[in-house]
């Protein structure tokens, strides 16, 4: 089945260390985006990427950092320069203009 | 950019009776309008959108509405059951670019 695969569901660290949330996508879609998601706030975009090896920052860039190797995959790391890294970060593909966006299951981070 | 706002912020209805949600959007110009149902713990899933060129569509018991000149859209659900309940977030494209913007969500529980 197609799908967007995010791991691992649940993240807990140490405040001060980076982690890296992967996303993977198997629907061959050219487009790749990271949200984060907070009680009350909706989702804001963090980084988009329209083709391999090139992304945009979104509304809430700082302290995140992304990569866009391979089409299939759009890694997240998340900094110690975050200052508030604790949430749920979910990622998504679309194959682009208007076509609709498929997003992962999440990855719930808490860093302590 | 982009400005979506989304009301209400919680729904409570009992079961079999309708539920609307309502988004007004800020670009004249955007001209996709997506809603998605995001149950606890899963990331977000789309169950209907709109184009600007369409006033209204309907798939079995869910329908969205736009009023361009208004610049609002409206998600009606009728003969709600108790597996309506989740979050419903409404959005909307921006003509240039890729990005969808996100209204804050709504907590829709359908009592039995």
């Known amino acids: 089945d197609g799908g967007i695969t995010q791991s691992p569901k649940y993240l807990f660290r140490k405040e001060g260390q980076n982690v890296t949330l992967s996303c993977e996508q198997n629907?061959?879609?050219?487009?790749m985006y990271w949200y984060r998601q907070d009680p009350g706030q909706g989702l804001r975009l963090i980084y988009y990427?329209?083709?391999?090896?090139?992304?945009q920052k979104g509304d809430i860039a700082e302290g995140y950092s992304v990569s866009r190797e391979k089409k299939e995959s759009f890694p997240l790391t998340v900094t110690s320069a975050q200052k508030n890294p604790t949430a749920f970060y979910l990622c998504?593909?679309?194959?682009?203009?208007?076509?609709?966006?498929?997003f992962g299951n999440g990855t719930r981070l808490t860093v302590t | 950019g982009e400005n979506v706002e989304q009301h209400p912020s919680t729904l409570s209805v009992q079961e079999g009776d309708s539920a609307v949600i309502k988004c007004t959007y800020s670009?004249?110009?955007?001209?996709?309008f997506p809603w998605y149902k995001q149950e606890l713990g899963k990331g977000p899933q789309l169950i209907i959108d709109?184009?600007?060129?369409?006033g209204e569509k309907k798939d079995q018991r869910i329908a969205v509405t736009l009023n361009k000149t208004a610049k609002h859209f409206s998600l009606h659900i009728t003969e709600t059951q108790p597996e309506d309940s989740a979050v419903y977030f409404c959005?909307?494209?921006?003509?240039?670019?890729?990005?969808?913007?996100f209204g804050e969500g709504t907590q829709l529980t359908v009592n039995p």
């Open positions: 998504a593909s679309r194959t682009g203009g208007g076509s609709p966006l498929h």
């Open positions: 629907l061959n879609h050219d487009a």
């Open positions: 990427s329209q083709i391999v090896n090139d992304f």
């Open positions: 670009d004249s110009a955007s001209n996709y």
């Open positions: 709109i184009r600007s060129n369409v």
């Open positions: 959005a909307a494209k921006e003509t240039s670019g890729s990005r969808l913007t």
